[in-house]
């Protein structure tokens, strides 16, 4: 009992465990205090906390395998080796095949803007004149739909991809292995944001037949384009290369530039092919989305691999991959962007969240970089400081920090790289993303910009099994 006397007789020092306000208080009355930043595990739930003591027995495989899979994605190196045709060299590409972004879905359940997508694509394919021949053939169950994902490709918004379209071909040096992805349109009335119509058809075909032969053969010319190199260095100049590409743009058309003004082609294709470039800041993101495709893909199979492959959305649903996971899917319902509107829409216009785009957070970039690009927030929303903080945070949910990819505001420390889904689970953290915002109504495009929240739920079935297929 003298004991505790003596305690309160003494100056009092607090740490502070719970609501801030406590401490608020003690300090008005002068008492010094310490304020705990301590949260519950998994926020709290019972069956996710107990999840996580069955992982903590196998700590060691999960540790040594998330090592070997951060120091892969380090080591990769993604380069352009050419240019060619979906049916062509997308691994089980098919004539009657449409691919879309996300997880798998079904013309019943697919969202306007994907909806609005394949019409565009079966008129572009020549399969259908009007969409209104275009919709009664994509829900006539003649047409197959399967994920970018499934095929070693991506697709930005809708993501579709026909055909006959001619596809980027990125391979990553170290491990051997290709990822595809169609050439950007540009912004507004664009196909990938569910835009179909005369206008759109035209610039397919321009893309098609002067566009990507061009292209192609000033890469056949010049050699492989190294893209790890075009992103560390343009990442220095205010790009994330996922919403932001104004830099890596500029620097891939002067890579090219030379081998353009070499080719023997008509002057004026060659001055449109560089007028289109210039004039579309997103250009790269069609090069960063497979860049990153090709470095995660040689993770999937990994045992005990907890490190996030993929995470992607449809419109209608947010799935992801895990490397211990293979090719099995985790998914959730798409959620609405919140962001900036064009004049005339508003957020009720919105498509709930679409794209493979968010491969660039996999692989170290996009909403993880977005530190490096706090020119940003004026197209998605937000504040400089905002920028800062969304990077700081994703440091929390990865297992490494990017030796290429690096962020001179934070005096060059590499970004956040390799999304660790039990560091997700734990710390109740979901990952950032910024992103494109298409209207929901078929036909319309883009309507604007934001950023969004994906669902736990898709990360939290993932570790369930993940956890449960531990032995």
């Given at each position: ?295 995660v893909d040689p993770l999937y199979g990994i045992e005990h691999c907890s490190i996030v492959t993929a995470m992607c959305r449809n419109g209608t649903d947010f799935g992801i991959r895990i490397a211990a996971g293979g090719s099995k899917w985790f998914t ?140």
């Amino acid at each position: 009992m003298n004991k505790i006397n003596e305690l309160f007789k003494k100056e009092l020092k607090v740490l502070n465990l719970g609501l801030e306000s406590f401490k608020e208080n003690l300090e008005k009355e002068g008492v010094e205090s310490v304020q705990i930043d301590w949260k519950p595990p998994a926020g709290g739930d019972p069956e996710l906390i107990k999840l996580l003591s069955r992982t903590d027995s196998f700590s060691a495989q999960i540790k040594e395998a998330n090592e070997n899979a951060v120091k892969m994605i380090l080591d990769s190196r993604p380069v352009v080796t050419g240019v060619g045709k979906a049916i062509d060299d997308i691994p089980g590409m098919q004539e009657d095949m449409i691919l879309h972004a996300g997880p798998p879905v079904e013309w019943d359940r697919m969202s306007g803007p994907t909806r609005g997508a394949v019409i565009g694509a079966l008129i572009y394919e020549g399969r259908a004149s009007t969409p209104e021949e275009a919709e009664k053939l994509a829900s006539g169950g003649k047409i197959k739909y399967e994920p970018c994902h499934e095929h070693s490709a991506v697709g930005p918004m809708a993501g579709v991809v026909s055909p006959r379209m001619p596809v980027w071909i990125i391979k990553n040096k170290t491990f051997g292995n290709n990822a595809y992805c169609p050439f950007n349109e540009g912004l507004g009335r664009v196909l990938r944001y569910g835009a179909y119509g005369e206008e759109v058809n035209n610039r397919l075909k321009w893309m098609e037949s002067v566009l990507a032969p061009i292209i192609k053969k000033v890469v056949e010319k010049k050699g492989e384009i190294d893209l790890k190199n075009i992103i560390s260095q343009t990442v220095h100049m205010g790009d994330e290369c996922h919403n932001r590409n104004r830099a890596s743009t500029s620097f891939f058309l002067r890579t090219i530039a030379a081998g353009l003004f070499d080719l023997d082609a008509p002057k004026k294709d060659i001055i449109d092919v560089i007028n289109f470039i210039d004039g579309n800041d997103h250009f790269f993101l069609n090069l960063s989305m497979p860049a990153m495709k090709s470095t995660v893909d040689p993770l999937y199979g990994i045992e005990h691999c907890s490190i996030v492959t993929a995470m992607c959305r449809n419109g209608t649903d947010f799935g992801i991959r895990i490397a211990a996971g293979g090719s099995k899917w985790f998914t959730g319902r798409a959620q609405i962007v919140d962001g900036l509107y064009l004049p005339g829409y508003k957020k009720e216009d919105a498509s709930r969240d679409i794209g493979d785009s968010t491969i660039t957070e996999t692989g170290g970039i996009g909403g993880f970089a977005m530190a490096a690009a706090p020119a940003i927030v004026q197209f998605v929303g937000g504040s400089a400081d905002d920028a800062l903080n969304f990077t700081k945070r994703m440091y929390e949910i990865t297992d490494t920090e990017n030796d290429t990819y690096t962020i001179p505001q934070l005096n060059f420390r590499g970004t956040p790289t390799g999304i660790n889904l039990l560091k997700i689970i734990e710390k109740n953290i979901l990952p950032v993303i910024n992103t494109g915002i298409a209207h929901k109504t078929p036909g319309i495009g883009m309507v604007g910009a934001g950023l969004v929240k994906p669902p736990k739920k898709a990360f939290t079935d993932a570790f369930k099994y993940f956890a449960g297929n531990l032995n």
